[in-house]
């Protein structure tokens, strides 16, 4: 079963970085698409920001544009990053990391069929004060 290992959550001041990293292992598919999610309690699950691994394209969510950017390792091409700026108080979440699972994807959009197929993360705890 594939496993989704997140790091690099934290407290942080408004304003502040963090970059949040996820590791795909025991992988039986090459993964097309992963992607950083997140919920704050008493609020539905959002889409933050996916990739096309192995690609150029990216999407993110309207509420973090110009501000986060996700990236894949050169090397691993399991291994996804999200580095976050000027972050906001509304950017206080569990951020859950998911990977494509076989035959659900491209697209890589944040609604896109492979999101409800994904494998997920335990997530790591992002606040911003």
């Known amino acids: 079963h594939v496993q989704l290992v997140e790091s690099g959550g934290g407290s942080v001041q408004t304003g502040g970085s963090l970059a949040l990293s996820c590791v795909a292992a025991?992988?039986?598919?090459?993964?097309?698409?992963m992607g950083w999610f997140r919920q704050a309690p008493g609020k539905e699950r959002e889409g933050v920001a996916a990739?096309?691994?192995?690609?150029?394209?990216?999407?993110y969510a309207d509420a973090v544009k110009g501000r986060f950017q996700i990236s894949e390792d050169s090397v691993n091409k399991s291994t996804v990053y999200l580095q976050m700026s000027s972050l906001k108080p509304e950017d206080t979440a569990m951020y859950y990391c998911a990977i494509e699972s076989r035959g659900t994807g491209p697209p890589c959009s944040l609604q896109a069929p492979w999101v409800e197929a994904a494998d997920w993360g335990r997530g790591t705890q992002v606040t911003v004060s």
């Open positions: 990739i096309l691994l192995r690609g150029d394209d990216t999407a």
């Open positions: 025991k992988l039986t598919y090459s993964s097309n698409c």
